[in-house]
């Protein structure tokens, strides 16, 4: 086998978690930190040695999926067993579109298994607990995960494709959605608008905040993209949604109340929006 294309495949796979993580961690936690310190879901930054901890192990994982993936996408033994469909003609533009949104709803639910998982005792213990490590993640944590972990996120590829006809576009596209909302998850920062978490298509859209309180507490909200099975299960925290606002409150009302000297720190903040609640 010609492993002569595997410098191009960590450089794709690892680029764009670089640009992804790294572009965000520059914005929000370097050129705008201090400024936007109120806005952080957690009150607080993390250790510079959890930023290096955190890119070590994602720096890991992506060379791992570089090796598989080479296997998988360029074996000459393995490649012919895919289900890879050569030219996007072959089944035409509407399975070709329509296909994105089902690889993301088998993903989300391969990947809340698979979480599910590696929270029963032995395998957080020995395994999960390196991603937990990130109880204040930032977008460096993304792909921060054990070897063995990382081997089971991505077998979500392999159960593409020996399961339905993708064309190679589809992979692409897929992992590079894939990571972007990775990154958002770990971000510590939330994007969203107020009151999404509870609007009607909101309510099935995992956030930042989402996620964040899962690092934070280490039970409840293991879903990656949508809130089906967190819904469905009874595994949403109770306290999600009042979370969520609380966070988007200090970010836009008291934001603006910031500037205006009208209150200042995280403690202040937090009392004035007590307030507005009560």
Known sequence: MDWSVFPFVIMRIGGRYLIFAGSLFLIFYVW???AWAYKKIQNKFPKNSE??????????TISMFAVMGVLLLYHPYIRPLTTLYPHISDRGWFYYFGLFPALFVVHDAYFYLIHRLMHTPFLYK??????HRSTNPSPWAAYSFHPFEALLEFGILPLFLFTIPVHFTHIILFF???IAYNVYGHLGFEL???GFSDSKWGRWVNTSVNHNQHHQYFTGNYSLYFL???RLLGTLR???SEKYEEVCFRRDRLGEMRMKGSVSGPTSISKSYNANIS
Request: charged fraction near 30%.
């Open 192 to 194: 969203y608008p107020r």
């Open 238 to 240: 109770k306290d999600y």
């Open 228 to 230: 089906f099975w967190d």
């Open 126 to 131: 020995h395994v999960h607990k390196v991603h």
């Open 51 to 60: 930023y290096l901890r955190e890119f070590f192990y994602s720096a890991l």
């Open 176 to 178: 590079l959605a894939m």
């Open 32 to 34: 705008k930190g201090r």
